[in-house]
């Protein structure tokens, strides 16, 4: 993820300045950013899975699919994530990512 996310500032910034501030500065700057210790392939990987398994099937995990491919996860692969995933999270929530998968991979 980029150094410099502005999505909470711009959706939250004078709302919640202090939330806004973490989701930029720490989660998508500080640990989005350490590279040595999950690579950002894995970590989209581990978010898209951590929004599937809640239910979160919103325009934030749209935007973790994006990213995930930006990262390298390639359509082959996103089909059997989310395939795996289904078994263990719920079959209804592999059919609504699929849909928003489908979206991502078939621009």
């Known amino acids: 993820m980029s150094k410099n996310v502005t999505a909470g500032r711009d959706c939250l910034g004078t ?3 202090q939330f806004a501030e973490f989701n930029d500065d720490v ?3 500080q640990v989005w950013s350490r590279e040595e210790q999950l690579s950002p392939c894995d970590r989209s990987m ?6 599937m398994g809640a239910g979160i ?3 934030s995990l ?3 699919i994006e990213k995930a491919k930006e990262n390298g996860i390639t359509k082959d692969e996103i089909v059997e994530i989310i395939t795996q995933l289904a078994f263990y ?3 209804p929530k592999g059919w609504a990512v699929f849909s928003i998968a489908q979206e991502v991979y078939n621009d």
Do not use: C, N, R, S
């Open 57 to 59: 099937t919103d325009t």
């Open 27 to 29: 989660l998508f700057g």
């Open 62 to 64: 749209k935007g973790h």
């Open 89 to 91: 999270t719920g079959w």
């Open 46 to 51: 581990i978010t898209v899975a951590a929004l």
């Open 15 to 17: 709302f919640a300045p």
